[in-house]
């Protein structure tokens, strides 16, 4: 009689989690201006974009930082810019990779956490469920034991932005952080009429532990491997990096990852070592988000370190 009993309310409230969780789910639509919403743009431009195509690829360093339209008409091919977020960790990239096609070339870009942090590599939840809610089927990229604590994050944002829709009136306080600020290359543009906030970007250590972590290399080069095997290219290019920051940093910290990198993975980087940092004013209102001159003058840097490498 206990046995069935327990089964009895084991069923109950298995159903009851079920409901809860799958009612948002079902029922609550993706809001359609949340500034995840351009990873559908991004995901169809890999899709459709013909090769040979370049593809950079980090978190929102790559979406605020470069003028792909520039890009494309220096380099004489097709550019997507793939970066989104930082906090989606790996999946990203797994994203990108699982693209990939023979004569392609991807710039990685990313954050310097990734190579400091373990759990930066596994990516947010709260970042990667506003991701996913977008295309279930990008599921396939998470670990299956991490599936549940995401489908429950998910209807916890779902329910959540609901509620504040409604107590709002729509107004969610985004500010220019929305999927219509995009342009058709993946570009984050709705920054670059604008005076930057009154709060400056935050001073920060880019890399906050002495020790690097082998999680982000171990990663990056089976990336390589892997777009290596599909007939692709992979080459490094340090993120925009603000100065002050570098400085808090410390440039000993800084040369020892540019040289890990090389150590550790068989990814050319392209940057000069003494260019990694730009001058304070080119930052918009994060130490990784340039402004219009920023985003200017990093993209004339990709130009001048991706053509001696390009197939002639």
């Known amino acids: 009689m206990k046995s069935a009993h327990f089964l009895t309310e084991f069923i109950f ?22 500034y995840f919403q351009a990873s559908l743009l991004k995901t169809q431009l890999l899709k459709d974009t013909p090769s040979p195509r370049l593809i950079v690829v980090g978190g929102s360093n790559v979406a605020f930082g470069i003028d792909s339209e520039l890009l494309e008409a220096a380099l004489d091919m097709p550019v997507i810019n793939a970066g989104l977020h930082g906090g989606m960790g790996e999946i990203s990239y797994r994203e990108v990779r699982a693209s990939l096609r023979p004569g392609d070339i991807v710039l990685l870009m990313p954050e310097y956490y990734m190579f400091g942090d ?13 991701w996913i809610e977008y ?81 982000g290399f171990d990663f990056f080069e089976q990336f390589n491997l892997d777009a290596l095997e599909k007939g692709a290219t992979v080459y490094f290019e340090f993120p925009a990096s603000r100065d002050a920051n570098c400085r808090l940093t410390g440039i000993e910290k800084i ?31 994060t130490p990784y988000h340039l402004n219009a001159a920023g985003r200017q003058t990093m993209t004339e840097r990709i130009i001048q370190d991706m053509l001696p490498v390009l197939p002639r």
């Open 255 to 285: 040369t020892r990852l540019y040289w890990s990198i090389q150590e550790r993975t068989t990814i050319p980087v392209l940057t000069p070592l003494n260019q990694i940092c730009l001058p304070d004013a080119y930052f918009f209102d």
């Open 118 to 130: 373990e759990q930066a590599v596994e990516g947010n939840d709260s970042i990667l469920a506003q």
């Open 13 to 34: 409230l298995t159903v009851i989690v079920a409901a809860i969780v799958g009612l948002p789910l079902a029922l609550i639509p993706p809001d359609p201006t949340n």
């Open 135 to 215: 295309d279930l089927s990008r599921m396939r990229f998470i670990s299956f034991a991490r599936i549940p604590t995401l489908a429950l994050t998910m209807a916890q944002v779902k329910m959540t932005r609901a509620a504040a829709f409604a107590y709002e009136a729509g107004d969610l306080g985004r500010g220019i952080y929305l999927s219509k600020n995009f342009d058709s290359r993946g570009d984050f543009v709705g920054h670059l009429q604008i005076e930057p906030p009154d709060m400056t970007a935050p001073f920060d250590i880019y890399l906050k532990s002495n020790i690097l972590s082998n999680v």
